[in-house]
């Protein structure tokens, strides 16, 4: 499918798809989100796709909503909206496969809750993170006061919101918002190494893991655990934990054929 604001390129079962509206510093417009969902859809489905890398074009990996668009929503569409951006991102959550967010630039609002959804964020030595809604009169819309809270805790959660302060990368990796972070001209080349390295697995395994982590995160420990032992059991429906274990056996790599 051709997209009007999003870049798609797929090599070595990789899809690295970057926001292409540099100069709105990709805000997420109408367009964008609808496109983001489709294009997440889309690579769902894609046999051929292992693994997503999501970033964006020029200065910034997304500075937020499009606060243009905002302006004069009535309190019904204001909800709607944030709506809709929790579709996109419980989207990216309940896609089988991981996406890394390489955040190259300003992730800002929306922009940070978008990067928040995906599996785990790497960094340029130049992002910069921040939950700027306050500064507009908003609070974050799009899973900012419960991801952001879940992920570093609600006291650091809380003075990132209520002070709107943008942060750097490192302060970020401090904080445990991001894994890692690389010189800018590293960051892609970084990230498609961590997709190979993923890519190499049994895809079925990294899905489980992948559901079993998202499924059971919110739940007590017992439920969750529970999910767990459902997942690991599913694990032996594919023949890849027979290669898995068989190669251990024989000293040598797997060849994990599912996908
Ligand atoms: N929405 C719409 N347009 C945006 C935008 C946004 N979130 N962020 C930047 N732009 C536009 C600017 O309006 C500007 O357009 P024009 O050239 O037509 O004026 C262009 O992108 C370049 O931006 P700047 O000139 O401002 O670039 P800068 O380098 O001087 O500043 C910045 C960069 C600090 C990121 C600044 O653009 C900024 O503060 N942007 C807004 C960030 C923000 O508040 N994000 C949160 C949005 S609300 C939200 O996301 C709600 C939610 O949770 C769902």
Known sequence: MAYNTLLLEIANSIALLKVNRPQALNALNQE????????????????????????????????????????GLTPQEGRRFSKFG???METIENIG????????????????????ACD????????KFGQPEINLGLIPGFGGTQRLA????????????????MIGAQEAKELGIINKVFPAEDLLAAA???????V??????????KSAVEAGFDLDLKTACQIESDSFGLCFSHSDQKEGITAFIEKRKPAFTST
């Not at 200065?59 to 937020?64: I, N, P, R």
């Not at 967010?101 to 609002?109: E, S, W």
């Not at 498609?192 to 993923?198: D, G, H």
Request: proline residues 1%.
């Open 150 to 165: 879940r992920l570093i805790g609600k006291s650091h959660a809380k003075e990132l919101i209520y002070t709107g302060q």
């Open 200 to 209: 190499s697995k049994g895809a079925w395994a990294v899905r489980l893991a």
């Open 86 to 88: 929790h579709t996109l």
């Open 192 to 198: 498609k190494k961590t997709a190979s390295t993923i």
């Open 32 to 71: 964008v989100l609808l496109e983001l969902l489709a294009a997440f859809q889309e690579l769902e489905k894609d046999v051929n796709v292992r693994a997503i890398i999501l970033t964006g074009e020029g200065k910034a990996f997304v500075a937020g909503a499009d606060i243009k668009e905002m302006l």
């Open 120 to 127: 785990f964020i790497f960094a340029s030595d130049d992002a």
């Open 97 to 116: 496969k991981p996406v890394i967010a390489a955040v190259n630039g300003f992730a800002l609002g929306g922009g940070m809750e978008l990067a928040l």
